[in-house]
């Protein structure tokens, strides 16, 4: 069997940019912002349009909008797959106790299943 090394600092920026990303929805909901920020953030203010912003006002609580999608849903659950198989992953948790290391590897099968589903959402 072969280990592919998973590195924790591209998935680290993966998730910081995603929550900056939400930040920026947010202030660009704000009555002070303008430019194209602003602008595609308006789109889907009327019936039968899409929108761009997931955030929908300025008042909406970001966290709540995180819990409540499919993909920040699946993105918290894939993050904390990939943090358990990771940290079991450590020389020590191997060493001391193969059986944890070799059962949380299993977790990956819910980590495939959950980005696949975050990809799509």
Not at 78 to 97: G, N, V, Y
Request: hydrophobic residues 45%; negative net charge; aromatic residues 10%.
């Amino acid at each position: 069997m072969v280990h592919v090394p998973c590195h924790p600092r591209p998935v680290a920026i993966h998730i910081l940019a995603h929550l900056c990303n939400l930040e920026h929805y947010h202030w660009s909901q704000s009555p002070e912002a303008e430019g194209l920020a602003a602008a595609l953030s308006k789109l889907g203010d009327t019936p039968d349009e899409t929108y761009l912003n997931p955030i929908r006002t300025f008042h909406t609580n970001t966290i709540t909008e995180l819990l409540t999608t499919v993909a920040g849903i699946t993105g918290l659950l894939i993050s904390l797959a990939l943090i358990l198989i990771m940290t079991s992953s450590t020389e020590f948790i191997r060493q001391a106790s193969y059986e944890l290391f070799w059962y949380t590897h299993h977790v990956f099968i819910i980590f495939f299943i959950g980005l696949a589903i975050h990809g799509a959402g």
